[in-house]
C-alpha cells in the first residue's frame, strides 16, 4: 500500500511540470541536497539505482492508467445506448414545460386589467423622462459653473486658497468633455490652460521656497495641488532644479586644465585636473541623493523612479556636457588617453555602486513589506534554480560549445526599467570611446613602443649589442602587452576581446617589422668584428674573414632571441586564451543566471554594452573558437580510464597570426643573411667564371698536346680550378655546421629556410629515425609545439638549402652570363657541372636546373636541333644553351 500511494505522489509532481526532462532530473535528486547552497555529487550507481525505481514506478503507473482507461471506456460504451433514450425524454419534458409557461403568462396577462397595465407603461414613461432630465439639469449645471469658473478661482488665488482653487479647477476640468466636439470647446479649453498658468505662477515662489527650506510636509502639500492640476512634471522640474543648483554650480565653477581647450596654457599643477575632481564631484552628488532620499519617500509616491529621473536630469543639465568634457579629456592626453579614461570610467561606476545602495533604502522605506514579500515569492525560484543547476540527463558532452550568440546576453541584463534610466545616462558618454577600444588600446601600445625606440636611439647600441636589445625589448613590450587584458576587462568588460587581439596582434608586428627592418639594413653595413677562437682554429682552412665569422654569430645570435621572443609569445598567448576563456565563462554564467551575475558594474552599463557594436559576430566567433580549443585539449573526462592511450591533442588555432608570421619573416631575413654569409666565399670564386677563356678554346677535346708536341688521345677532362676551389667549399660546410652544433638557434623557424619546406622536413626526420643518433635535442618551429628534432635533421635542412641557394645562383646568374661556348669549352664546362653535380649530391642536394645544364651543354647538335624544332614551347635553359653554343 506504500508503494502504491508513493507512486501516486510521484504521478502526481509530474502534472505540476511543463518539460519532461527538469521532472526527471529533479526527481532523481537527493533531497538532502535541497537546502544547501552546492549540490550533492551524484554517484552513478545510486543514479542507476533511483534510474531503476523510477522505471518500475512508471511502468506501474502506466498499467492502472490502462486499467482505469479500459473501465471508463467500458462505462461508456454501455451508457451510449441509454443517452439517446435519456435526450429523448428530455426533450419532451421541455416541450411539455415550455406549453405550460405559454398558459401561465397567458393567465397571468388576462388576469390583470387593462387599466393596470396602461397605468404601468405611463409609469415606466416617466422615469425614464425624470432620468434624462436630471442628466440635462447636471450638464446645466455644469456650463453654468463655467461662467463663473474664471472669478471663483482667481479670488481663491488671491486668498492664497491653492488646494481649494486646484479642486474647483479639477472639477472644470472632468466638465470640459461636455463641449467635445462643439464651438465652445476651444475657448473653455484656453480658459482652463491660463487659470492653470496662474495658480503655479501663484505656487511657484511659495514651493520654492518650500523645497529650500526642506520643508517636506509643504512640498507634500504642493505636489498634490499640481497633481490635482495635471501639472506633476512641472512640480517635479520646479523640485530638481533647485535641489541640483548646488552641483551644477560645483561643475560650472570649477575649470579644468585637462578638458578646457582654453586653459591649455596655463601650467598644470596651477588647475585641478578632471581625474582629481570627478571623484570629488560624485562624492558631492553621493552626499546629496543622501539628503534627498529622505525627502523624496516623503514627498513624492514613486521614490525611486523620482531619484532615477533626478540623477538622469542632473547629468543632462551640466554645462558643459559631460560627453564634451570626456572628449576635450582625452583629445587633451592623446595616445595615452586609455588609461585617463578608465579611470573616469572607475569613478563613475563607484558612483554607480553607491546610487545603487541608495536605491535599495528607497524601496525598502517606501514599502517595508516589500523586503519580506520578496524574500517569500523569491524562496521558490531560487529553490528551482539550485536544482535546475546540477546534474542533468538532458545535458550532452557537447553542449558546453554553445556560446549566447550576439542577441542571446539581453536576457542576461534585463532588470527594471526605473533603475535602468539613470545609469544609462551616466555611462552613454562612455560608450563611443568602449566601442573604439581597438584603436585606443592600439594607440597606447604604439605610443608605449614609440617611448621603448627613442630611448634605443639615444643609446646608440652597437650591432653586436643588437640580439641581447632585441630580448630585452621583448620583455619591454610583452610586460606592456600584460596590461592590455587588465585594460580590457576594466574598460569594456570583455567585449572587446576581439579589439584587443587586433590591437595586440598589430603592436607585436610592428615591433618585430621595426626589427626585420632594422636586420636587413644592418647586413648590408659593415659589422664590428667578433673573432672565435674555436672556429678560427677548426676552420681555418675555410676562406672567411673575421668580419664574416662576425656576421654568421650576430645572425644567430638574432635567431636565438628570435626564439626566445617566440617562446614570450606562446606564453602570452596562453594568458590571452585563458582570458578570454573567462570572459566566455562570465559571459554564460550572466546569461544563464543574470539575478547573480552581471557582465558591467551595474545594469545599466551592461545593456549599453550589449546593445553596442562591440556584442558582434566576430566577438562571437572568437568566444566559440577559444573555447572549444580549451575543451579539446582539457576534456572533462580526461580522469577516465581509458582502454587506449589518448590521441594527442590538437595545437589550438593561433591568436596572434600576424605576429607569427612577422617572426617568420624576422627569422628568414636572419637565415637569409647567415646563408649569404656562408655562401659569400663560394660566390667570389665564381666571380670570374663566366668569363673563364676556356669557354672560348678551339682546342681539339679529344686529344692532348704532349711536351714533344705528340697528340695523345685523352678520355676525360679534368675540372677548373674554380670548380675545384667551390667543391672544396661545399664539402667543408658540413665541418662548419658542427662546430654550432650545440646552438640551438639553428633550429628555429626550419620552414623558412630558402628551398626546405615541411614535407622534406617530415621526409628527413622520418630517414634520421630509421638511423640511431647519439645525439638529439628538443628544437622548436615557428608554427608548431618544441618537437623531437635531431641535429643531424637540422644541419641536412641547413646543408640542403645552402645548396640550392648556391646552385640557384650558380644557374640564374653565373651560367647565363657565358657568353659563348665552343666545343672545348662545352666540355670543359659539361666537365664542371657533372662535378659539382656529384659534390651537391653528396649533401643530399638535388637541382633540376644543373641537371639541366649539364644535359643541355653535352649534347650535340642534332639532338639539340631536334628538341628545339619539336613545335613546343622550348626550354629556357635550353634556348640559353643553343644561344652561347652558337647552334641559332
Same mark, same amino acid.
Given at each position: 500500500?506504500?508503494?502504491?500511494?508513493?507512486?501516486?505522489?510521484?504521478?502526481?509532481?509530474?502534472?505540476?511540470?511543463?518539460?519532461?526532462?527538469?521532472?526527471?532530473?529533479?526527481?532523481?535528486?537527493?533531497?538532502?541536497?535541497?537546502?544547501?547552497?552546492?549540490?550533492?555529487?551524484?554517484?552513478? +550507481?545510486?543514479?542507476? /539505482?533511483?534510474?531503476?525505481?523510477?522505471?518500475?514506478?512508471?511502468?506501474?503507473?502506466?498499467?492502472?492508467?490502462?486499467?482505469?482507461?479500459?473501465?471508463?471506456?467500458?462505462?461508456?460504451?454501455?451508457?451510449?445506448?441509454?443517452?439517446?433514450?435519456?435526450? /429523448?425524454?428530455?426533450?419532451?419534458?421541455?416541450?411539455?414545460?415550455?406549453?405550460?409557461?405559454?398558459?401561465?403568462?397567458?393567465?397571468?396577462?388576462?388576469?390583470?386589467?387593462?387599466?393596470?397595465?396602461?397605468?404601468?407603461?405611463?409609469?415606466?414613461?416617466?422615469?425614464?423622462?425624470?432620468?434624462?432630465?436630471?442628466?440635462?439639469?447636471?450638464?446645466?449645471?455644469?456650463?453654468?459653473?463655467?461662467?463663473?469658473?474664471?472669478?471663483?478661482?482667481?479670488?481663491?488665488?488671491?486668498?492664497?486658497?491653492?488646494?481649494?482653487?486646484?479642486?474647483?479647477?479639477?472639477?472644470?476640468?472632468?466638465?470640459?468633455?461636455?463641449?467635445?466636439?462643439?464651438?465652445?470647446?476651444?475657448?473653455?479649453?484656453?480658459?482652463?490652460?491660463?487659470?492653470?498658468?496662474?495658480?503655479?505662477?501663484?505656487?511657484?515662489?511659495?514651493?520654492?521656497?518650500?523645497?529650500?527650506?526642506?520643508?517636506?510636509?509643504?512640498?507634500?502639500?504642493?505636489?498634490?495641488?499640481?497633481?490635482?492640476?495635471?501639472?506633476?512634471?512641472?512640480?517635479?522640474?520646479?523640485?530638481?532644479?533647485?535641489?541640483?543648483?548646488?552641483?551644477?554650480?560645483?561643475?560650472?565653477?570649477?575649470?579644468?586644465?585637462?578638458?578646457?581647450?582654453?586653459?591649455?596654457?596655463?601650467?598644470?599643477?596651477?588647475?585641478?585636473?578632471?581625474?582629481?575632481?570627478?571623484?570629488?564631484?560624485? #562624492?558631492?552628488?553621493?552626499?546629496?541623493?543622501?539628503?534627498?532620499?529622505?525627502?523624496?519617500?516623503?514627498?513624492?509616491?514613486?521614490?525611486?523612479?523620482?531619484?532615477?529621473?533626478?540623477?538622469?536630469?542632473?547629468?543632462?543639465?551640466?554645462?558643459?556636457?559631460?560627453?564634451?568634457?570626456?572628449?576635450?579629456?582625452?583629445?587633451?592626453?592623446?595616445?595615452?588617453?586609455?588609461?585617463?579614461?578608465?579611470?573616469?570610467?572607475?569613478?563613475?561606476?563607484?558612483?554607480?555602486?553607491?546610487?545603487?545602495?541608495?536605491?535599495?533604502?528607497?524601496?525598502?522605506?517606501?514599502?517595508?513589506?516589500?523586503?519580506?514579500?520578496?524574500?517569500?515569492?523569491?524562496?521558490?525560484?531560487?529553490? /528551482?534554480?539550485?536544482?535546475?543547476?546540477?546534474?542533468?540527463?538532458?545535458?550532452?558532452?557537447?553542449?558546453?560549445?554553445?556560446?549566447?550568440?550576439?542577441?542571446?546576453?539581453?536576457?542576461?541584463?534585463?532588470?527594471?526599467?526605473?533603475?535602468?534610466?539613470?545609469?544609462?545616462?551616466?555611462?552613454?558618454?562612455?560608450?563611443?570611446?568602449?566601442?573604439?577600444?581597438?584603436?585606443?588600446?592600439?594607440?597606447?601600445?604604439?605610443?608605449?613602443?614609440?617611448?621603448?625606440?627613442?630611448?634605443?636611439?639615444?643609446?646608440?647600441?652597437?650591432?653586436?649589442?643588437?640580439?641581447?636589445?632585441?630580448?630585452?625589448? +621583448?620583455?619591454?613590450?610583452?610586460?606592456?602587452?600584460?596590461?592590455?587584458?587588465?585594460?580590457?576587462?576594466?574598460?569594456?568588460?570583455?567585449?572587446?576581446?576581439?579589439?584587443?587581439?587586433?590591437?595586440?596582434?598589430?603592436?607585436?608586428?610592428?615591433?618585430?617589422?621595426?626589427?626585420?627592418?632594422?636586420?636587413?639594413?644592418?647586413?648590408?653595413?659593415?659589422?664590428?668584428?667578433?673573432?672565435?677562437?674555436?672556429?678560427?682554429?677548426?676552420?681555418?682552412?675555410?676562406?672567411?674573414?673575421?668580419?664574416?665569422?662576425?656576421?654568421?654569430?650576430?645572425?644567430?645570435?638574432?635567431?636565438?632571441?628570435?626564439?626566445?621572443?617566440?617562446?614570450?609569445?606562446?606564453?602570452?598567448?596562453?594568458?590571452?586564451?585563458?582570458?578570454?576563456?573567462?570572459?566566455?565563462? /562570465?559571459?554564460?554564467?550572466?546569461?544563464?543566471?543574470?539575478?547573480?551575475?552581471?557582465?558591467?558594474?551595474?545594469?545599466?552599463?551592461?545593456?549599453?554594452?550589449?546593445?553596442?557594436?562591440?556584442?558582434?559576430?566576430?566577438?562571437?566567433?572568437?568566444?566559440?573558437?577559444?573555447?572549444?580549443?580549451?575543451?579539446?585539449?582539457?576534456?572533462?573526462?580526461?580522469?577516465?580510464?581509458?582502454?587506449?592511450?589518448?590521441?594527442?591533442?590538437?595545437?589550438?588555432?593561433?591568436?596572434?597570426?600576424?605576429?607569427?608570421?612577422?617572426?617568420?619573416?624576422?627569422?628568414?631575413?636572419?637565415?637569409?643573411?647567415?646563408?649569404?654569409?656562408?655562401?659569400?666565399?663560394?660566390?667570389?670564386?665564381?666571380?670570374?667564371?663566366?668569363?673563364?677563356?676556356?669557354?672560348?678554346?678551339?682546342?681539339?677535346?679529344?686529344?692532348?698536346?704532349?711536351?714533344?708536341?705528340?697528340?695523345?688521345?685523352?678520355?676525360?677532362?679534368?675540372?677548373?680550378?674554380?670548380?675545384?676551389?667551390?667543391?672544396?667549399?661545399?664539402?667543408?660546410?658540413?665541418?662548419?655546421?658542427?662546430?654550432? #652544433?650545440?646552438?640551438?638557434?639553428?633550429?628555429?623557424?626550419?620552414?623558412?629556410?630558402?628551398?626546405?619546406?615541411?614535407?622534406?622536413?617530415?621526409?628527413?626526420?622520418?630517414?634520421?629515425?630509421?638511423?640511431?643518433?647519439?645525439?638529439?635535442?628538443?628544437?622548436?618551429?615557428?608554427?608548431?609545439?618544441?618537437?623531437?628534432?635531431?641535429?643531424?635533421?637540422?644541419?641536412?635542412?641547413?646543408?640542403?638549402?645552402?645548396?640550392?641557394?648556391?646552385?640557384?645562383?650558380?644557374?640564374?646568374?653565373?651560367?647565363?652570363?657565358?657568353?659563348?661556348?665552343?666545343?672545348?669549352?662545352?666540355?670543359?664546362?659539361?666537365?664542371?657541372?657533372?662535378?659539382?653535380?656529384?659534390?651537391?649530391?653528396?649533401?643530399?642536394?638535388?637541382?633540376?636546373?644543373?641537371?639541366?645544364?649539364?644535359?643541355?651543354?653535352?649534347?650535340?647538335?642534332?639532338?639539340?636541333?631536334?628538341?628545339?624544332?619539336?613545335?613546343?614551347?622550348?626550354?629556357?635553359?635550353?634556348?640559353?644553351?643553343?644561344?652561347?653554343?652558337?647552334?641559332?
Amino acid at each position: 500500500m506504500a508503494d502504491r500511494t508513493s507512486t501516486t505522489q510521484i504521478i502526481e509532481t509530474l502534472e505540476q511540470y511543463e518539460d519532461v526532462v527538469s521532472w526527471i532530473n529533479d526527481t532523481l535528486t537527493p533531497t538532502e541536497a535541497d537546502d544547501t547552497s552546492t549540490p550533492l555529487a551524484i554517484d552513478l +550507481a545510486d543514479v542507476e /539505482h533511483q534510474i531503476s525505481q523510477l522505471l518500475t514506478t512508471l511502468d506501474i503507473a502506466a498499467e492502472d492508467t490502462s486499467t482505469q482507461l479500459e473501465r471508463i471506456i467500458d462505462d461508456v460504451s454501455r451508457g451510449i445506448p441509454r443517452l439517446a433514450y435519456d435526450l /429523448h425524454f428530455m426533450k419532451d419534458g421541455a416541450s411539455t414545460l415550455q406549453n405550460a409557461l405559454l398558459g401561465v403568462l397567458q393567465r397571468s396577462r388576462d388576469a390583470v386589467p387593462k387599466e393596470t397595465s396602461d397605468a404601468l407603461d405611463n409609469l415606466h414613461q416617466l422615469d425614464a423622462i425624470k432620468g434624462r432630465m436630471e442628466a440635462s439639469r447636471e450638464v446645466l449645471r455644469e456650463a453654468e459653473s463655467w461662467s463663473t469658473l474664471e472669478h471663483e478661482v482667481t479670488s481663491l488665488i488671491l486668498e492664497k486658497s491653492y488646494a481649494k482653487a486646484a479642486e474647483r479647477l479639477s472639477e472644470a476640468s472632468r466638465s470640459m468633455v461636455v463641449f467635445q466636439n462643439t464651438p465652445e470647446y476651444d475657448p473653455r479649453r484656453t480658459l482652463m490652460v491660463n487659470l492653470q498658468n496662474q495658480l503655479e505662477a501663484a505656487l511657484s515662489t511659495a514651493l520654492v521656497s518650500a523645497i529650500n527650506a526642506q520643508d517636506s510636509n509643504a512640498c507634500r502639500d504642493y505636489f498634490s495641488i499640481f497633481s490635482i492640476i495635471q501639472r506633476e512634471s512641472e512640480f517635479r522640474n520646479y523640485y530638481y532644479a533647485s535641489r541640483r543648483s548646488s552641483l551644477i554650480s560645483l561643475w560650472q565653477n570649477n575649470p579644468l586644465f585637462d578638458c578646457d581647450p582654453q586653459l591649455t596654457s596655463i601650467r598644470e599643477g596651477a588647475l585641478q585636473g578632471f581625474a582629481d575632481f570627478l571623484p570629488k564631484f560624485y #562624492a558631492t552628488f553621493v552626499s546629496l541623493l543622501n539628503t534627498e532620499r529622505t525627502s523624496i519617500t516623503d514627498i513624492f509616491p514613486d521614490p525611486s523612479i523620482t531619484l532615477s529621473q533626478f540623477i538622469s536630469s542632473t547629468m543632462m543639465s551640466l554645462q558643459p556636457t559631460f560627453p564634451h568634457r570626456l572628449t576635450s579629456y582625452s583629445s587633451h592626453y592623446g595616445e595615452s588617453t586609455l588609461v585617463h579614461l578608465i579611470s573616469a570610467l572607475k569613478a563613475t561606476e563607484e558612483f554607480a555602486n553607491g546610487v545603487e545602495k541608495i536605491m535599495e533604502k528607497i524601496k525598502y522605506a517606501s514599502s517595508p513589506s516589500s523586503g519580506a514579500q520578496r524574500q517569500n515569492t523569491s524562496e521558490k525560484p531560487q529553490t /528551482h534554480r539550485r536544482r535546475s543547476s546540477r546534474m542533468s540527463l538532458s545535458l550532452r558532452p557537447t553542449q558546453h560549445k554553445s556560446l549566447p550568440s550576439a542577441i542571446g546576453l539581453s536576457k542576461a541584463v534585463a532588470g527594471p526599467i526605473e533603475s535602468m534610466e539613470w545609469d544609462q545616462e551616466l555611462f552613454q558618454p562612455f560608450l563611443d570611446f568602449q566601442t573604439d577600444f581597438a584603436s585606443l588600446e592600439r594607440r597606447f601600445l604604439e605610443h608605449s613602443l614609440l617611448e621603448i625606440i627613442s630611448s634605443d636611439t639615444r643609446d646608440k647600441v652597437q650591432a653586436s649589442d643588437r640580439p641581447r636589445l632585441f630580448r630585452e625589448r +621583448a620583455v619591454d613590450i610583452f610586460g606592456i602587452a600584460e596590461g592590455s587584458m587588465g585594460r580590457c576587462k576594466a574598460f569594456t568588460y570583455g567585449y572587446g576581446a576581439v579589439g584587443l587581439v587586433q590591437a595586440l596582434d598589430g603592436f607585436f608586428q610592428s615591433f618585430i617589422d621595426m626589427w626585420t627592418a632594422e636586420v636587413q639594413t644592418e647586413s648590408n653595413n659593415p659589422s664590428s668584428v667578433i673573432k672565435n677562437s674555436d672556429s678560427d682554429y677548426d676552420l681555418s682552412d675555410m676562406d672567411y674573414s673575421p668580419e664574416d665569422w662576425s656576421d654568421i654569430q650576430l645572425s644567430l645570435h638574432l635567431l636565438s632571441s628570435a626564439r626566445n621572443v617566440f617562446d614570450r609569445l606562446s606564453t602570452f598567448e596562453t594568458k590571452l586564451r585563458a582570458y578570454i576563456s573567462q570572459v566566455a565563462a /562570465h559571459f554564460r554564467l550572466a546569461l544563464n543566471d543574470p539575478s547573480s551575475f552581471q557582465i558591467a558594474a551595474t545594469k545599466g552599463e551592461s545593456q549599453l554594452l550589449e546593445q553596442s557594436a562591440l556584442n558582434s559576430a566576430e566577438l562571437h566567433a572568437l568566444l566559440i573558437g577559444v573555447e572549444n580549443d580549451s575543451n579539446s585539449r582539457d576534456s572533462p573526462f580526461s580522469s577516465s580510464l581509458r582502454l587506449q592511450p589518448p590521441a594527442p591533442a590538437p595545437s589550438p588555432h593561433p591568436l596572434l597570426v600576424k605576429t607569427r608570421k612577422s617572426l617568420a619573416a624576422f627569422a628568414q631575413t636572419c637565415q637569409t643573411s647567415t646563408t649569404s654569409t656562408i655562401l659569400s666565399p663560394l660566390r667570389n670564386h665564381l666571380a670570374g667564371y663566366a668569363s673563364t677563356p676556356a669557354w672560348s678554346s678551339t682546342a681539339d677535346p679529344n686529344l692532348g698536346v704532349s711536351r714533344n708536341d705528340l697528340r695523345v688521345p685523352t678520355f676525360s677532362l679534368s675540372h677548373t680550378e674554380t670548380v675545384q676551389r667551390v667543391a672544396e667549399g661545399l664539402l667543408n660546410l658540413p665541418r662548419l655546421f658542427e662546430v654550432y #652544433a650545440d646552438d640551438d638557434a639553428l633550429a628555429f623557424s626550419l620552414e623558412t629556410l630558402p628551398y626546405v619546406e615541411s614535407e622534406m622536413l617530415q621526409s628527413l626526420s622520418e630517414q634520421n629515425h630509421d638511423i640511431p643518433s647519439q645525439q638529439s635535442r628538443r628544437r622548436s618551429s615557428i608554427y608548431s609545439k618544441p618537437s623531437a628534432i635531431d641535429a643531424e635533421v637540422v644541419s641536412s635542412a641547413w646543408l640542403i638549402s645552402l645548396g640550392h641557394t648556391f646552385l640557384e645562383y650558380l644557374t640564374s646568374d653565373i651560367l647565363p652570363a657565358i657568353p659563348s661556348l665552343s666545343v672545348t669549352g662545352a666540355a670543359q664546362l659539361t666537365s664542371d657541372l657533372e662535378y659539382l653535380s656529384n659534390i651537391v649530391r653528396a649533401l643530399n642536394v638535388e637541382h633540376g636546373a644543373l641537371e639541366k645544364w649539364r644535359t643541355y651543354v653535352s649534347m650535340d647538335l642534332d639532338e639539340a636541333l631536334k628538341l628545339l624544332n619539336d613545335g613546343g614551347e622550348p626550354d629556357p635553359v635550353l634556348s640559353r644553351v643553343a644561344k652561347i653554343r652558337g647552334w641559332r
